[in-house]
């Protein structure tokens, strides 16, 4: 288990949701292939958005 502290409050987290990009890093610093592919699968996606 990680537990991953914010030492201040960002305004992207002040409404207590945490950034879907956030959880895909998360994911991919996972030991586990699937976690890791899910992680990077999700931010390849949000950078295609982006284009």
Known sequence: MT???VSEV???LAEGVVPLAAVAIDLME???TRERSA???VLQE???DLR
Do not use: F, Q, T
């Open 39 to 41: 992680g990077a699968r």
């Open 30 to 32: 996972s030991l586990s």
């Open 3 to 5: 537990l991953r502290v």
């Open 10 to 12: 960002s305004p992207v």
């Open 46 to 48: 949000l950078l295609d």
